[in-house]
Each structure stands twice: as structure tokens, then as C-alpha cells.
């Protein structure tokens, strides 16, 4: 197999791997207040993408949570995973994958950057996390308040991503030729 071709291999091979562990950290998220709130857990599915529940006791705080935390365990991981990244470590795949899992989850924040803007509008997507998470922070809140913390996410994933050379490796890696 050529090097080019395995570059291709490594690379879809770290998106498959990247979104099966986003899917289950997002629904883990969920899942996780649910049961805080003592709801029964009905259905947990990562090939669906989706966990269901029943009962539980939700305030108005847990019910936030519950919304946010689908997207926020899956940031925390891609962080803690790039605490540990080993920037002297050459294997091609560890590179490309510790590039993919680490702008994965971030890039995943771009909905609740944008999102709260349709939402001003009264154009927002039904049955969106970031609707739902709305819904309620907006009754006391700038909607606006959710876009500027999500940029701040983005923009510190993006740093240490640099700091610890993850996006410059994972670009030498790319361009290396044999």
C-alpha cells in the first residue's frame, strides 16, 4: 500500500473512530443527567444517536444541563486527550487521529455559536440541543451570552491545539512524502 493511500486509510479511519466515541460521549452526556435527575433509562443507541428515559425530577438547572452536557462531555474528553498528547510521538496515524478527535468536538460547537442567533430570529431548529438549552436560559438571559462562551471554547481548543503542536504535526504528516 502506497503512502499516500495510507495517509487516506489513517484519516478515515480516525473520522470513523472520532464519531463513534462523539456519539457516545454526547449521549453518555444526556444520559448522565438523566439518571442524576433519577429517570429510568428506556434506550441508549449510538447507531441511532440517541438515549431515552423516563421519570426523574428535572429543575430548571438540571433541564439546562441536560442540553448542554451532550456537547460539553464530549469537549472535556477531546481536552483531557490533548493534555496528555505526545508531540514527539512520529506515528502517522496517532497524529492524524490526535488531529481529528481534538477538532471533532470543538467544531461541534459551531451550533451554539450560530444557533442562538437564529433563535433572536424565531428561526430555530426543533428538537436541537442547543433550541432546547435555549428555551430556558432565555427567559432570564442574553441568548447571545451562549454564542460568546462557545466561541471562547473554540478559540481555547484552537490554542492548545497549537501549543502542543497537534495541528502542525498532523499538517507534516499530510505533506510528508516518501
Known amino acids: 500500500m502506497s503512502d499516500k493511500a495510507k495517509k487516506v486509510l489513517y484519516l478515515l479511519l480516525s473520522a470513523l473512530i472520532t464519531l463513534i466515541l462523539y456519539i457516545l460521549l454526547h449521549e453518555t452526556g444526556h444520559l448522565i443527567v438523566m ?7 428506556t434506550d441508549f443507541s449510538i447507531l441511532t444517536a440517541h438515549v ?13 444541563w441536560l442540553h448542554v452536557n451532550g456537547a460539553l462531555l464530549p469537549v472535556i474528553v477531546s481536552f483531557v486527550y490533548m493534555l496528555f498528547y505526545k508531540k514527539k510521538k512520529e506515528s502517522p496515524f496517532y497524529r492524524i ?3 481529528i ?17 437564529i433563535y433572536l ?12 438549552f435555549l428555551f430556558n436560559f432565555a427567559q432570564n438571559h442574553q441568548p447571545l451570552i451562549v454564542s460568546a462562551v462557545a466561541v471562547v471554547i473554540i478559540v481555547v481548543d484552537v490554542i492548545v491545539m ?17
Open 121 to 132: 430570529q424565531g428561526n430555530a431548529p426543533v428538537g436541537e440541543d442547543v433550541t432546547k
Open 97 to 99: 487521529f490526535s488531529y
Open 101 to 117: 478527535v481534538s477538532i471533532a468536538p470543538t467544531m461541534s460547537l459551531l451550533a451554539w455559536v450560530i444557533i442562538p442567533f
Open 52 to 64: 431515552s428515559a423516563v421519570g426523574g425530577t428535572y429543575s430548571d438547572l438540571s433541564d439546562l
Open 162 to 178: 497549537v501549543k502542543k503542536d497537534i495541528i502542525k504535526n498532523a499538517i507534516l504528516i499530510m505533506r510528508e512524502r516518501v
Open 35 to 41: 439518571l442524576t435527575a433519577g429517570a429510568t433509562i
